[in-house]
């Protein structure tokens, strides 16, 4: 789903680069668990395959009319996904050092002036680097309402996926100001769910947007809201009719990505219902052994069927829901060096 990569938005542990390690829990520069003789997970598999598209085995990438570009996002949504199922620990380690590369980091959360509420967070979540203090450079963002908001020439383009995204972030690193939590619960609609865009006439749930905020609302200890939300998103899974999936804001069938964020929401709120429901859609989109070599282990969008524009999106955010760990929680530690391949016969 593009609209996740758009909205600038999301993910997470922390690692130090160029730096001591944490002691905290730490998404790379691990060592490599022994090697497990036990058959890897459908989760495991689907990372497996998302960790041989990264780029000189280091980054994902994007193209747009013809010309390639580096997708700082998507990179950082693959490490969540290989921390999720404890694999691919060499690939998260190049992945965080491709992140801070020259000029990679700084094209992504803004320079000089320049600095994105979205991409920031998102990075926070995914990595804590020796050169750039993300956490600070949060605080910075941070308004008087209480919302994470955009220094840009070009307009703030932040969202409700910032700001939840800054919270989880954030409540990761020592706490997340009040101020940061009130406006997020004030976003929230007659329904439960929650926004993608704050400030309009009509509030309009959104999905991902709820999923999103569910999971910061929990990790900061505001169970009724989160639940509030969850009972939404419950009920538009049911509108499937029990095919587990959830359909995206202005799309018209379930998808990979939408299900895969309201899947972990559910895990993390100890849903289990609904998050096995979701579980079990994401499975059906997996291709297995009766697929090409090179497709086994990924997930497609939706039902249409495997397609590589889109592959790498669905797999990395589907993971989320077949993983189910929840972004306040999700850590590198002891993840394999291995990028596991589906189990098939032959």
């Known amino acids: ?118 991409a920031t967070a998102k990075t926070a979540l995914a990595a804590k680097f020796g050169k750039v203090n993300l956490i600070a450079r949060l605080g910075k963002l941070l308004a008087k309402s209480g919302r994470y908001s955009d220094h840009s020439a070009y307009g703030d383009y932040s969202n409700a996926f910032s700001q939840s995204l800054a919270i989880i972030a954030l409540s990761r690193h020592g706490g997340v100001p009040a101020k940061a939590v009130t406006f997020l619960l004030s976003a929230e609609c007659k329904n439960g769910g929650f926004p993608l865009d704050f400030g309009q006439k009509t509030c309009v749930s959104d999905p991902d947007s709820t999923a999103l905020a569910a999971q910061a609302l929990l990790a900061t200890g505001h169970r009724a809201a989160a639940d509030r939300g969850l009972w939404w998103l419950a009920y538009e899974q049911n509108v499937e009719k029990g095919n587990g999936g959830i359909i995206a804001t202005g799309g018209t069938a379930p998808n990979a990505n939408t299900t895969g964020l309201a899947g972990e929401a559910f895990a993390a709120a100890g849903w289990k219902v609904p998050a096995a429901k979701a ?47 929840p972004l306040a929680k999700v850590s590198g530690h002891g993840s394999a060096a291995t990028a596991p391949t589906l189990a098939c016969a032959s």
């Open 1 to 118: 789903m593009t609209r996740f990569r758009a909205r600038a938005a999301v993910f997470l542990i922390t690692a130090t680069v160029g730096c001591t390690a944490l002691a905290a829990p730490a998404l790379a520069a691990q060592s490599a668990a022994p090697a497990k003789t036990a058959a890897p997970t459908r989760a495991q598999a689907a990372s497996g395959w998302l960790a041989r598209q990264l780029v000189n085995g280091s980054h994902l990438v994007t193209v747009f009319d013809g010309t390639t570009y580096p997708a700082q996002g998507e990179t950082i949504d693959a490490l969540l996904a290989f921390a999720a199922t404890k694999t691919a620990s060499g690939a998260q380690t190049r992945a965080i050092d491709w992140l801070e590369g020259s000029s990679v980091l700084s094209n992504y959360i803004g320079a000089g002036t320049e600095s994105y509420a979205g």
């Open 279 to 325: 579980a079990t859609f994401l499975r059906s989109l997996q291709r297995g052994c009766s697929a090409p070599a090179a497709q086994r282990g990924a997930l497609a969008y939706d039902k249409a069927g495997f397609a590589a524009s889109t592959a790498v999106d669905a797999t990395a955010q589907g993971i989320l829901g077949l993983a189910g760990i």
